[in-house]
């Protein structure tokens, strides 16, 4: 069993940054991907970002490149998710996932075993 956890969700207006994180208490990513997906009011849960805990390498959906980065933070082990340029549109409660690290399927919901309980984002115009 991974428990996260989840902080750094808030308030922002458009334009303005934002940093989450996610922690898995009392254990290492090791071995693991890590994802965020997201899922806006009335609307399906979306992936938007995922990276291998092993190596860094990274997946991001079309709306968030070049706007949002997925790191890993070794010391404190814990993924963080980066988010500069905010749109109101990127409104959503944010959940970081956890699954076992294999190839392919990075922006599958299926693919991901472990969940956190979400973290509120709001961006206002």
């Known amino acids: 069993q991974v428990q996260l956890v989840e902080s750094g969700g808030g308030l922002v207006q458009t334009g303005d940054s934002l940093r989450l994180s996610c922690a898995a208490s009392?254990?290492?990513?090791?071995?693991?991907?890590v994802g965020w997906f997201r899922q806006a009011p009335g609307k399906e849960r979306d992936f938007v970002t995922a990276t291998r805990w092993s190596d860094g390498i990274t997946y991001y959906a079309d709306s968030v490149k070049g706007r949002f980065t997925i790191s890993r933070e070794y010391a404190k082990s814990t993924v963080n998710l980066q988010m500069n340029s905010l749109k109101p549109e990127d409104t959503a409660v944010y959940y970081c996932?956890?699954?076992?690290?294999?190839?392919?399927?990075?922006?599958?919901?299926?693919?991901?075993?472990?969940w956190g309980q979400g973290t509120q984002v709001t961006v206002s115009s």
């Open positions: 996932a956890v699954g076992i690290d294999s190839s392919g399927g990075y922006s599958s919901e299926a693919r991901y075993k472990y």
């Open positions: 009392g254990r290492t990513f090791s071995g693991f991907r």
